[in-house]
């Protein structure tokens, strides 16, 4: 990529998870598209979301790169896309770009990046996880978990949308 050019990424792939009592939210599902709102994801469902953040918009929805699962994977972790509870798994963008502040357009949405999330004992739940290794994995996922944002403009995204910089976080616009 040239110096100066925005860094670009695409929607890998679009997660979510209807409710269901008595039923965490993950893993989440791979859908096609989706609408975001100020809620998230329409259609999905996150209970700690709901329940322990009373729905707080800041934590809207959840971004994982897919080059974080791919590594995670490498490390024997044999995570997929949506197991970790992520809306939007991301490609092309590195993780630390997504930082708190930043804001991106993703399809006809707009997101700010709001704050990191932090690995939960819920994930103990994966199948390749379980309650002897959940421990190791949480640390594994220490500052790798994803981030959460909101939702700045409503709109609809679709499997392989680009996601840039929104214009007010293009680079000369500073």
């Keep these: 990529m040239p110096d100066g050019a925005p860094m670009r990424g695409v929607v890998h792939q679009l997660n979510a998870k209807s409710e269901h009592p008595g039923e965490r939210g993950i893993p989440k599902h791979a859908i096609d598209e989706a609408t ?32 974080t699962i791919e590594q995670l ?20 963008l ?30 103990y739940g994966l199948p390749y996880v379980g309650t002897a290794r959940g421990p190791e994995f949480l640390k594994t996922l220490i500052g790798r978990r994803g981030w959460y944002a909101r939702v700045v403009r409503p709109g609809r995204v679709r ?6 910089p929104a214009a007010a976080d293009a680079p000369g616009d500073r």
Excluded at 36 to 45: E, M, R, T
Excluded at 99 to 117: D, F, K, L, N, Y
């Design 36 to 67: 975001l709102s100020s809620g998230g994801v329409v259609g999905d469902f996150n209970r700690d979301r709901h329940e322990e953040h009373h729905d707080d918009p800041a934590k809207a929805i959840l971004l994982l790169p897919l080059e």
């Design 73 to 92: 994977d490498r490390e024997g972790w044999p995570v997929r896309p949506g197991d970790l509870g992520e809306n939007l798994t991301t490609e092309g």
């Design 159 to 164: 499997v392989g949308d680009p996601i840039a």
């Design 94 to 123: 590195p993780y630390a770009a997504l930082a708190p502040g930043t804001r991106w357009t993703v399809g006809a949405a707009e997101i700010e990046i709001s704050a990191r999330c932090d690995p939960c004992t819920v994930l």
